[in-house]
């Protein structure tokens, strides 16, 4: 049996006869007419092929099938009600999804932080959080696969972004090293030196590589790449080399000395930023974050207490 014609018009008076067990009753709270009531039900009978209610005189009670199908129709009222309930606070900016990236250095430091600060506040908002490269964040933020991402400025045509703090580019050697004393370290110096680098690709080291090309340099002694910024710290701990690292990274060395890295004679780095696609009509939910990344990331971010000059925009 098809039935094209039940609306939810038509379920709602349904309902509500079925919970007075009168017209009279249940027109007046639906703020009908009795007779108009009484013809949409009667109508929406006729359209499903049986009689939801039994009428003797003035008396009225629901058949078998009315009781069967009154469980039914609250259910899909209440559907519709939390449906049009969710709609609203959508529309409000109060509720959604945020899907979040950000690259491995930034979910060390600041990013738990951030979830922390925004959940307090934005509880009925679903995070979804991914940790990827930065050029994979970028190209999911394109695509719109992700709302906003975290990681080293970047601009397209199609991405918008903040800047949240700068990160410097920092050589790490252990105390007695003979680099230990310098005030600043040149990228022309690392072509020689025993280096420890961020696997190629991420952050520092493709800052490191831009540079290098941009003067012909060449890297002639790289020892050790990782993923991991706490490898490399590591390694430098134990003598291997220099790690060439962002200032963000943690370091629980008390024997650990940190060296500017220059390019000709100005600190080299990069920012650390907040994304998101321009085409986007930002929700209340997602500006918040937003917002509360600055205010988060101007306040203190990883790597102050070097006391680094900013870097130039």
């Not at 959080?129 to 933020?141: F, L």
């Not at 020892?223 to 629980?252: D, I, K, N, P, T």
Request: some cysteine; charged content about 25%.
């Amino acid at each position: 049996m098809q039935i094209n014609n039940v609306s939810l018009s038509a379920l709602r008076a349904f309902c509500e006869v079925a919970q007075c067990l009168s017209f009279t009753v249940a027109a007046r709270r639906l703020f009908r007419s009795q007779p108009a009531l009484s013809r949409q039900v009667a109508d929406m009978e006729r359209e499903l092929g049986l009689l939801l209610f039994v009428r003797q005189g003035r008396a009225l009670s629901l058949t078998p099938a009315g009781h069967d199908l009154l469980g039914r129709a609250r259910a899909i009222l209440g559907d519709i009600d939390a449906f049009a309930d969710r709609a609203r606070a959508m529309a409000s900016g109060s509720v959604g999804v945020l899907r979040v990236g950000a690259t491995p250095m930034l979910f060390d430091n600041i990013m738990p932080r951030l979830l922390h600060e925004y959940g307090r506040k934005w509880n009925r908002v679903a995070l979804k959080v991914v940790e990827e490269k930065s050029s994979n964040v970028i190209a999911q933020v394109e695509s719109r696969e992700l709302d906003v991402a975290l990681t080293r400025y970047v601009t397209t045509d199609e991405i918008a972004a903040e800047r949240l703090f700068p990160m410097h580019l920092v050589a790490i050697v252990r105390r007695g090293h003979a680099l230990a004393r310098r005030r600043v370290l040149e990228v022309s110096e690392l072509q020689e030196i025993p280096l420890l680098l961020m696997a190629q690709g991420i952050g520092s080291r493709v800052l490191i590589d831009q540079t290098c090309r941009l003067d012909g340099y060449r890297l002639r002694d790289i020892r050790f790449e990782s993923h991991s910024y706490g490898s490399l710290v590591a390694m430098a701990m134990a003598g291997y080399g220099v790690a060439v690292v962002s200032s963000v990274v943690s370091l629980q060395h008390e024997d650990a000395r940190v060296i500017p890295v220059a390019h000709r004679g100005a600190r080299l780095g990069t920012w650390a930023a907040i994304h998101w696609h321009r085409r986007t009509e930002l929700p209340a939910y997602m500006q918040e974050f937003i917002n509360i990344a600055l205010r988060l990331s101007h306040s203190d971010y990883p790597g102050r207490h070097y006391g680094f000059p900013d870097l130039p925009d």
